[in-house]
């Protein structure tokens, strides 16, 4: 199958904790078992997470069991048509318009995922670095 799927866990102001690219014929719900799995040495101070309503299920149970974290799955009002914004679904949709703006990024260019990872890592870099050191 081609094309990739990219997972983020990122705090409350959209920095990135953790990255997972895999192949799009892996669920998302699967992928959100990666992406805790690689996150959970670096992230002691975490205490909830906000996910949409595809990581509902046993993913919703795994995560409390396994590390005691709480989690908000964002649903939709039943009778909503249309778009509606998600509460905290934004803050990983704006990580990811923020990693659209690097062209390496803008397509997936790379053969292998890990590539994809290290090039989000270094996009995420450059972002902080601008942040920190904005030029006059």
């Given amino acids: 199958m081609t094309g990739r799927k990219r997972h983020l866990l990122v705090d409350?102001?959209?920095?990135?904790?953790?990255?997972?690219v895999h192949?799009?014929?892996?669920?998302?719900?699967?992928?959100?078992?990666?992406?805790l799995?690689?996150?959970e040495a670096q992230t002691t101070r975490v205490q909830q997470l906000w996910a949409d309503a595809a990581y509902r299920g046993a993913f919703a149970r795994w995560a409390p069991a396994a590390w005691g974290w709480t989690i908000?799955?964002?649903?939709r009002a039943p009778?909503?048509?249309?778009?509606?914004?998600q509460p905290r679904r934004w803050v990983v949709e704006r990580t990811f318009g923020w990693l659209g703006r690097c062209r390496?990024?803008?397509?997936?260019?790379e053969e292998?995922?890990?590539?994809?990872?290290?090039?989000?890592?270094?996009?995420m870099c450059a972002l902080l670095l601008r942040r920190?050191?904005?030029?006059?």
């Fill in 12 to 20: 409350t102001q959209g920095s990135i904790l953790a990255t997972v």
């Fill in 23 to 35: 192949p799009a014929d892996i669920q998302d719900r699967d992928g959100a078992y990666l992406v």
């Fill in 37 to 39: 799995e690689q996150a």
């Fill in 72 to 75: 908000a799955i964002g649903q």
């Fill in 79 to 85: 009778d909503t048509v249309g778009f509606t914004v």
């Fill in 104 to 109: 390496r990024l803008s397509k997936d260019y």
């Fill in 112 to 123: 292998y995922p890990a590539t994809s990872e290290t090039w989000i890592a270094l996009a």
């Fill in 132 to 136: 920190l050191c904005p030029s006059s």
